[in-house]
């Protein structure tokens, strides 16, 4: 009888021959070693309510939004690359991030797109940017929502590692690739 290992990593179950093979997989792509992990944050200003919502979250209501943006990647290795020794160009990250999430809710009132057209009268006369999602803006699904715009924005040599999203100084969502 041939006994069998089990190896827990990352909440899966793995036996011997999947670490191996998982193993040899990742050398042939990368070294592990070389992985290494670049972070940008960001701030912006945004209101919301929340629909339905019974607290006070469902009166419009603003943050003082803090992003962390985390992605991972091994460093450029070719001698001749004016990139040499660079995951990601900082100023690259700030313009995806800039461009996707940014511009779109800095400043902006963020509304289901399900909320009572009776209850919107008169909101586009004292919020010039009005963004309906179809989702509750909620701390936890901007998130998904914002993984969603920066990973299909990021350049193939990176992997988005984590989001962190902070609505207030001691409230926070956040995101990591390893949990999905």
């Known amino acids: 009888m041939i006994k069998r290992r089990f190896y827990y990593e990352y909440g899966h179950i ?7 093979f998982l193993y040899s997989i990742t050398q042939h792509f990368y070294n592990p070693m070389t992985v290494i992990r670049i972070t940008k944050e960001f701030d912006f200003e945004m209101a919301h309510a929340l629909l339905g919502y019974n607290g006070p979250c469902k009166d ?27 995951v990601i160009d900082f100023s690259l990250l700030k313009k995806i991030v800039k461009d996707a999430i940014i511009e779109h809710f800095d400043h902006a009132l963020v509304l289901n797109k399900n909320f009572p057209q009776t209850q919107l009268a008169g909101i586009h006369s004292i919020s010039g940017r009005l963004l309906m999602v179809d989702y509750q803006p909620t701390c936890e699904n901007l998130l998904i929502d914002f993984v969603e ?27 990591f690739a390893n949990d999905n």
Do not use: C, F, M
């Open 149 to 175: 715009r920066i990973k299909t924005n990021l350049p193939l040599t990176t992997n988005l590692h984590h989001l962190k999203l902070r609505e207030t100084s001691s409230s926070y969502a956040e995101w």
């Open 60 to 86: 419009i209501h603003g943050h003082s939004y803090k992003l962390s943006v985390t992605v991972a990647g091994a460093p450029v290795t070719d001698q001749t690359s004016p990139e040499l020794g660079i």
């Open 14 to 20: 793995y036996t011997t021959l999947q670490i191996i």
